[in-house]
């Protein structure tokens, strides 16, 4: 089906990309608008991929003429004075946009919300009154004869206005075959009967205040056989997998890991398996294993379809996620869809003869110099307007999902938001536990709409290099509440990182101390954490060949209890908030200490990072136990309430006398 996906919502003067899925670049497709607002004077052209820039508030509707029908997609504008503050690149070299040329999916249906409006793209929106985004979820059920959906609604942590205040716009997706007149809608929920309900049935809403409207989150109904006949069942296609959510992510730098053994670097993962079984890793990200360009780091492909040769064949891939898979582990691919190597076959082509059929997929600078971002001189920018070039990744990537459990997309930013809702909603489709992973710096919260499950927490790296700076510890806490304060709704799940292949080893740059506590603050704080190979025992390079045999054990076995307490407490889970609770630094330096609380319902836990060098004794709520839950030791100090922390202390708590 050559449907072009769900609605979008943008500002006016953003651009919307308008493009065929799983298209055949030798078939025909057309677009024109249908409807525009009263006062646009918009027009698409006559490309397969087109930009719609809305001139004016109100309702647009492309159709595309395809192959296979005529296909209509909605774009709701908002107006233009609106939008928000953030400015990032539209995923075409060269182009800065702001967020609608990033602009997040909306909804269809030929309804429309009242209510203030705006626009919310990437940073908060501006408001004199120092507001910004509102967030949303849905929450989707079927109750007696009706399918339902309702709406969770937060005004932006610094608004004026309240929930009561914000207005909820639901509408239909345009490719789902649902009449408008059995819908019944409220304030704060959709209802639909079931037997209005096609074979499946999407829901997009957002909460539109003062300042900005929400991402859009989408709910779904899909009718499934029984035994019986037929049953409808709710979802939400924009969480993250449950197996994700409290993921213990170790990356491996594919070519290092073996350090100075002879094993072949697929045979050296597997030989290593028991240890990281032992460590509570879960997901394993390996850097890319495609034929490349030969820079070690591998993200230069020169053939998007084959393993790089010197790391082995395909079946010994195979043979590494099997037995991976066969451990319990999870395996992420990291893909990458930006550009390709300059010493590609197809890049050659293009560039030594302009009448190449390959001159069209890349784009260009000069006749013989590409596109590409950082003047990086290896890479060459593909043209998604171009259909091959779609369809050649589209069947990369079919090719790699059905051998791995999710995707770590590179470079997320620089690719067309609609291209990745269609990546999104094939891998989903085929396998609803499927994670797409978005490296995106900084983070982006329209991201969560449809594109990616979970999220590089970029904001919380940097605060954990403050702290281990010398910056005030309470940073950490800042960086958390940031999710909210741009616009990240509830459900959107994060990795928390400290370093990685293509930062400085942390413990390099701040000290033992320091990594010890911001160690502490990635298996603590709401997120997966996420371990670089070697990180976990006191690895100094950064891409080197991991030196085994220079293990320090101690601090190896402080990684192994950090991850047995976050595998263990339920306080630590994804469904527990964070909460601010009252502490003293009796001794010590004050703002080289943090304490926090984790909590659900039932469970509780006081958490404490010191990221000073020396010991420091911190009086925390009397509701907090004394002893440590990942040294197993007391660490109660003289005089009442006060414990004694080396780096991190992890206190379970009573969650009814902690009065959260």
């Not at 025909?28 to 607002?37: D, E, G, I």
Request: with cysteine; aromatic share 8%; glycine share 10%.
């Amino acid at each position: 089906m050559h449907h072009p996906g769900p609605p979008k919502f943008v500002a006016t003067g953003d651009e919307v990309e308008l493009a065929p899925r799983d298209p055949d670049p030798s078939a025909t497709y057309s677009w024109r608008l249908t409807r525009v607002p009263d006062g646009s004077t918009a027009t698409l052209g006559d490309d397969p991929v087109e930009h719609l820039v809305p001139d004016a508030p109100g309702r647009y509707v492309a159709r595309l003429s395809a192959p296979d029908g005529d296909h209509e997609v909605t774009v709701r504008a908002f107006p233009g004075a609106l939008r928000s503050s953030g400015i990032h690149t539209s995923g075409r070299s060269g182009r800065s946009g702001s967020s609608g040329g990033r602009s997040g999916p909306g909804v269809s249906g030929g309804r429309s919300g009242s209510g203030p409006v705006g626009s919310g793209h990437g940073a908060q929106t501006g408001s004199g009154d120092g507001g910004g985004r509102p967030r949303l979820t849905l929450r989707p059920a079927v109750e007696g004869d009706e399918a339902v959906v309702r709406a969770d609604v937060s005004p932006h942590p610094d608004a004026s206005e309240t929930a009561n205040d914000l207005a909820v716009e639901f509408l239909l997706d345009d490719r789902d075959e649902v009449d408008p007149d059995a819908v019944i809608e409220g304030e704060r929920e959709l209802r639909i009967p079931l037997d209005a309900l096609p074979d499946r049935a999407r829901v997009h809403a957002v909460a539109v205040g003062e300042a900005g409207y929400s991402v859009p989150d989408q709910a779904e109904f899909t009718r499934t056989a029984t035994d019986g006949g037929s049953a409808v069942v709710p979802g939400r296609p924009y969480d993250a997998p449950e197996w994700a959510e409290d993921a213990l992510i170790y990356e491996i730098y594919v070519r290092t890991f073996a350090g100075d053994g002879e094993d072949s670097p697929f045979d050296a993962i597997v030989d290593r398996l028991d240890y990281l079984d032992s460590l509570g890793v879960d997901v394993l990200w390996l850097t890319p294993v495609l034929q490349n360009d030969h820079a070690p780091h591998g993200y230069n492909i020169t053939d998007f379809f084959a393993i790089a040769s010197d790391l082995g064949t395909r079946e010994d891939y195979e043979r590494f996620v099997e037995a991976a898979r066969d451990r319990g582990f999870r395996v992420l691919f990291d893909l990458v869809c930006n550009h390709s190597a300059r010493t590609h076959p197809y890049f050659e082509a293009a560039r030594d003869d302009p009448d190449s059929e390959y001159r069209d997929w890349y784009e260009w600078r000069t006749e013989t110099e590409p596109e590409t971002y950082f003047e990086w001189e290896h890479i060459a920018n593909f043209d998604f307007d171009h259909l091959p070039v779609r369809r050649h990744l589209l069947d990369a990537v079919a090719q790699w999902a059905e051998l791995v459990d999710g995707f770590r997309c590179d470079m997320a930013w620089a690719v067309p938001d609609g291209f990745w809702r269609e990546i999104h909603d094939y891998c989903k489709d085929r396998d609803s536990e499927f994670l797409l992973l978005d490296e995106t710096i900084p983070y982006i919260p329209d991201f969560q709409a449809g594109l990616f499950d979970m999220h590089f927490d970029s904001t919380t790296y940097a605060a954990l290099r403050r702290a281990g700076g010398g910056d005030d510890a309470e940073t950490v806490l800042d960086a958390i509440d940031e999710r909210a304060r741009i616009g990240f709704p509830d459900h959107a799940s994060f990795m928390l990182y400290a370093e990685n292949h293509d930062e400085t080893r942390y413990l390099v740059d701040y000290g033992r101390p320091a990594a010890e506590a911001a160690a502490g603050a990635l298996f603590t704080l709401p997120g997966s954490p996420l371990l670089y190979a070697g990180q976990e025992f006191g690895q100094r390079g950064r891409r080197d060949a991991l030196a085994w045999d220079h293990a320090d054990e101690s601090l190896q076995a402080y990684v192994g209890d950090l991850s047995a307490a976050r595998h263990g407490l339920p306080a630590l889970s994804t469904d527990a908030d964070l909460v601010r609770v009252p502490y003293d630094v009796r001794e010590g330096p004050s703002d080289r200490v943090v304490a926090f609380a984790r909590a659900t319902e039932t469970d509780a836990a006081v958490v404490v990072l010191n990221f000073g060098t020396d010991p420091a004794t911190v009086e925390v709520p009397d509701a907090a136990g004394e002893t440590d839950a990942v040294s197993g030791q007391s660490v109660a100090a003289d005089g009442d309430g006060a414990v004694t922390v080396d780096s991190v202390a992890v206190l379970p708590a009573d969650a009814a006398a902690l009065d959260l």
